[in-house]
C-alpha cells in the first residue's frame, strides 16, 4: 500500500490488494508468510453502489491492461 493511505496497490481503493497488510514489517508479513495469506479475518461490509465501483475499477484496470499487451504484440510482430 503506497504511503499508508488505505488506496490499495495500485491507489484504486479499498479491497483491490490481496490484504497483506504493511509489507515488510514484523516477520516476513505481507509477503505471504503466516498471517494474512488470502484470508482475512473481518471482512467490512461494502454496500451494492461500492461493491459496483469496485467492479467498474476493476474492469477498467483490465481494460486498460487489456490494451497495452495488444500494444506490445503489434510492437513485437
Known amino acids: ?9 495500485l491507489g484504486q ?4 490488494g490481496r490484504g ?4 515488510g ?3 516476513a508479513r505481507g ?3 503466516g498471517r494474512g495469506f488470502g484470508f482475512r479475518a473481518i471482512q467490512p461490509q ?7 465501483q469496485i467492479l467498474k475499477q476493476e474492469l477498467e484496470a483490465i481494460k486498460a491492461e ?3 499487451i495488444q500494444k506490445r504484440l503489434k510492437e513485437i510482430k
Open 20 to 23: 497483506l497488510g504493511p509489507c
Open 25 to 27: 514489517r514484523g516477520l
Open 1 to 9: 500500500m503506497p504511503n499508508q493511505d488505505r488506496t490499495g496497490p
Open 66 to 68: 487489456q490494451t497495452e
Open 46 to 52: 461494502i454496500t451494492e453502489a461500492q461493491e459496483k
Open 31 to 33: 509477503k505471504g508468510f
Open 13 to 16: 481503493g479499498p479491497l483491490t
